[in-house]
């Protein structure tokens, strides 16, 4: 495994990965560095398929306060062209948790601003605390929420981003749960115990299933039904049905017992 110098990626027994975003001391701003490590960190979770999913975290009072204002200051003595292999750089982040193939939840805590919109975007669900705060503060400083935008408008919707990047209001974790970009929130106090709750709740669902709901939910998208759709669905739940894991999981429904991914 890579020795990561920005982030940590960890393994548990049971399966579960949590992938840290660690630079406590800038509040887990991200710079070149960190964003090629993030791009290490994903090919080495796609290189383990017996993973169940994803935790995404940021060590610190903080989830991320987005880029990294030195290495934007450097960037912006940059060309064009090396602003653009910048760019290309942290969009290819973005589209590359948006589609690992495992399920993933980011937990959110204190600020996340710009870019760090676009990594909980990505994930699959994402929570947090009630105190955490957000902003999509690119044009506060004279930029724009590129890369991020696509992702963003699929977790929040377009009226809402258009909104939100265009005053680059902060709001809070309350509000974040409203527009959809955090499906619970949670004190303080209580964001670790609901991160237990949401990883034991995760560990009941078959880990192929999961894998294979993300897919099939990609490919849906936003369930514009069409013949070719309609074969899609059709093949994708007789593979399941016919799979070890499928076999495993009606068979131990109709034994009235637990099925062998949950006998941890």
């Known amino acids: 495994m890579p020795d990561f110098k920005t982030l940590q990626l960890e393994f548990s027994p049971n399966d579960v990965a949590t ?3 660690n630079r406590p001391e800038k509040k887990n701003a991200f710079n070149a560095e960190m964003i090629r490590e993030l791009l290490l960190a994903f090919d080495e979770i796609e290189a383990r398929p017996g993973l ?3 935790l995404l975290r940021g060590r610190g009072k903080h989830f991320s306060a987005g880029a990294d204002l030195a290495w934007m200051q450097e960037s912006a003595k940059l060309d064009y062209n090396a602003n653009l292999n910048d760019s290309r750089e942290l969009a290819q982040v973005m589209a590359s948790l948006f589609q690992l193939k495992l399920p993933t939840l980011a937990i959110v805590q204190g600020a996340a601003f710009g870019g760090a919109l676009g990594l ?4 699959d669900m994402a929570i947090g605390a009630e105190d955490s705060l957000f902003s ?3 044009v506060r400083i004279g930029i724009l929420p590129a890369v991020i935008s696509p992702y963003v408008v699929k977790a929040i919707g377009e009226r809402a981003t258009r909104r939100y ?3 680059a209001e902060r709001f809070d974790g309350k509000q974040a749960q409203h527009l959809g970009l955090l499906a619970a929130t949670y004190s303080a106090q209580e964001l670790d115990q609901a991160v237990n709750d949401w990883t034991t709740n ?4 078959g880990p ?3 894998r ?3 897919a099939l939910l990609q490919e849906v998208k936003h369930g514009e039904l069409s013949p070719a759709l309609r074969r899609y669905t059709e093949a994708a739940i007789a593979r399941v049905r016919v799979s070890p894991e499928g076999q495993e999981g009606l068979t131990a429904f109709l034994d009235k017992r637990k099925p062998s991914w949950q006998e941890y």
Request: with cysteine; aromatic share 8%.
């Open 212 to 214: 294979a709901t993300k």
């Open 120 to 123: 909980i975007s990505c994930c």
């Open 208 to 210: 192929a299933a999961m």
């Open 19 to 21: 992938l840290w975003l």
């Open 52 to 54: 169940r999913f994803l």
């Open 165 to 167: 990047a265009l005053t």
């Open 136 to 138: 999509l503060s690119e």
């Open 202 to 205: 995760l560990l009941q669902n």
